[in-house]
């Protein structure tokens, strides 16, 4: 056993906002789970958002959480979409090895009339668009990008359709958001929660990775269609569906617990993690480094009552600069 490795328990138990990576090596499979609490309620609670765009974001974060935690370089993973719909761009931003950014942009009006009209489930709230995953090694390394049509789907659907046709790794993804009703001064208050679990097939012989041969088109189910055949995948797909959405939002259930009631049959066993933290990369100094780049009929445009105003969309926190940091006197000193 490795020093990052442990048993169940051994160290403790993860807690909230922890990301917790397990391997069941008899299914031949790897993955994390994470449960989001007092991180999540921060970043939703910062903007107010209206409950059904904040479910939305809060599964954006997980699916960044999931995918950022396993970069092994220093970088970024950043999703983001861009649609049609009432919510029309969400970002989930995550820069290892442990921060998390992410807003949501959406229309009041036409979020108004979804609700009204019975049309709030999150796949109509999204509406026609892409769903872009991006992996960002630095300044000196080349960008990829995997971008996905996001036309009726959720993103859990969409972040699975990503791997199977960008990645070509089956993977199984399991989200969930909520609401948990805790005591507090002078009454109780609502804090939001998400719980999510990605799971991985990774076989050492590729020849397990076959698809089944597609049936004749005379009505036979059969395998779903670009499914793996595998006995340990259909296994895993089985074990993951039976997890309960309070499940993963619970608290009391826990990481390493969940783990080991999908797969103490098998044996799992889970490694040291990460805490993810609620953290903008955003600073003054960068700020000023995107004015410098702003002509003098911009400066002038971004001018009002006598001062520039920026405000961070991800933290909201404001900056204030003087148009004369930015004249030709001051570039040039």
Not at 134 to 161: F, N, P, S
Not at 221 to 243: K, Y
Not at 283 to 310: C, M, N, P, Q, Y
């Amino acid at each position: 056993m490795t020093d990052k490795e442990r048993k169940l328990g051994e160290f403790g138990f993860a807690g909230d906002d922890d990301v917790v990576p397990f391997e069941v090596s008899a299914l031949d499979v790897r993955g994390r789970m994470v449960q989001l609490g007092p991180l999540l309620d921060q970043i939703l609670a910062r903007h107010d958002y209206p409950d059904p765009v904040a479910r939305l974001l809060a599964e954006a974060t997980l699916v960044a959480v999931l995918l950022g935690t396993s970069l092994k370089f220093e970088g970024k993973f950043i999703l983001q979409t861009r649609t049609d719909g009432p919510v029309d761009m969400l970002v989930a931003d995550f820069s290892t090895p442990k921060s998390l950014r992410a807003y949501a942009r959406f229309d009041s009006d036409k979020l108004a009339a979804a609700v009204e009209a019975g049309e709030a489930a999150p796949e109509k709230l999204l509406g026609n668009g892409i769903l872009a995953l991006t992996i960002d090694q630095g300044a000196d390394m080349k960008r990829y990008q995997g971008i996905v049509a996001l036309d009726g789907e959720t993103l859990e659907e969409a972040a699975k359709t990503y791997f199977r046709q960008s990645e070509q790794i089956p993977t199984d993804i399991r989200l969930s958001v909520g609401k948990l009703v805790l005591p507090a001064a002078g009454g109780s208050r609502e804090h939001w929660r998400a719980g999510g679990l990605l799971a991985q097939f990774l076989p050492k012989a590729q020849e397990r990775l076959r698809m089944p041969d597609l049936h004749g088109g005379d009505g036979d189910p059969g395998q779903p269609p670009h499914e793996v055949a595998d006995d340990s995948w259909r296994e895993l797909l089985a074990l993951v569906a039976t997890v309960e959405h309070n499940e993963l939002l619970d608290p009391s259930v826990g990481s390493e617990r969940l783990l080991y009631r999908l797969f103490n049959e098998h044996g799992v066993r889970v490694f040291e993690g990460t805490h993810v933290e609620d953290e903008c990369s955003c600073s003054r100094t960068k700020i000023r480094g995107i004015l410098e780049g702003f002509s003098a009929e911009e400066i002038e445009e971004s001018t009002e009552d006598g001062v520039i105003r920026v405000n961070c969309e991800f933290c909201s926190k404001a900056y204030e600069f003087k148009p004369a940091e930015f004249s030709a006197e001051a570039r040039s000193a």
